[in-house]
């Protein structure tokens, strides 16, 4: 148990939509990073968030935006969705500046665009 | 080429056998994470190591930072071992959170 939930679990969505992802974390975790994860890949790095700002960011194109919340949830949006982006999304948390703080993953959501 | 590559790609494995999955990388880094992957998709953090050797229970993670090279290991394999398990590293500067990944190894340990 890594007290990092996401939701949904699963989610389908046809091309062109918008999708909103949720990822709750534990108190304390003010750091949180999203990770794209395609079928037979490792996974990607998105963007990481910290104090409610974005702290990071990997290769991905401008609709996918996010959110961190004082609350340490958060949320990745992917606007105008394309079928490449039918992945698993991870998040992961963890307490920056401790040197032997590992991230905490949650279990992830399976988006599907049709 | 991938600045962190794993091998093999897959392993089969019986029960009882000592596993060794192999990790490379090409860039400078802070630390290196051994992760696993359950069917599902959910992650487990299994080792953070920045340099030496770290042992938990029957898993023992080893890193040569000179020669950027990693080593996890399984001793007494188990079936319940059966996962990916995938190595990460932070690059030396960069963030934390902001790894970059292997493709994993799938291990399946047979009965």
């Known amino acids: 148990e890594t007290g990092v939930t996401q939701s949904p679990t699963h989610l389908i969505k046809t091309r062109g939509q918008q999708v909103t992802l949720r990822c709750s974390s534990q108190?304390?975790?003010?750091?949180v990073s999203w990770y794209q994860q395609a079928l037979g890949q490792g996974p990607q790095f998105i963007f990481q968030?910290?104090?409610?700002?974005?702290?990071g960011r990997g290769n991905f194109p401008p609709r996918f935006s996010g959110l961190q919340f004082p609350n340490y949830s958060s949320e990745l949006n992917v606007n105008a969705l394309e079928l490449d982006d039918s992945a698993l999304y991870l998040c992961?948390?963890?307490?920056?500046?401790?040197?032997?703080?590992?991230?905490?993953f949650g279990p992830g959501t399976r988006l599907t665009v049709l | 080429k991938n600045e962190v590559e794993q091998s093999p790609q897959n392993l089969t494995a019986q029960e009882g056998e000592f596993i060794t999955i192999n990790c490379s990388y090409s860039?400078?880094?802070?630390?290196l994470h051994w992760l696993q992957q359950h069917p599902g998709g959910g992650i487990v953090s299994l080792f953070m190591?920045?340099?030496g050797k770290k042992k938990h229970g029957r898993l023992i993670a080893t890193i040569n930072i000179q020669e950027k090279h990693s080593s996890l290991h399984i001793t007494a394999s188990h079936p319940r071992d059966s996962a990916v398990y995938i190595c990460?590293?932070?690059?030396?500067?960069?963030?934390?959170?902001?790894?970059?990944f292997g493709k994993g190894t799938k291990l399946s340990v047979k009965p």
């Open positions: 992961a948390t963890l307490t920056r500046g401790r040197s032997t703080d590992t991230q905490y």
């Open positions: 108190s304390g975790h003010n750091t």
């Open positions: 968030y910290y104090r409610e700002e974005e702290n």
């Open positions: 860039v400078g880094i802070s630390a």
């Open positions: 190591l920045s340099s």
């Open positions: 990460a590293v932070c690059r030396y500067g960069g963030s934390q959170g902001n790894l970059i």
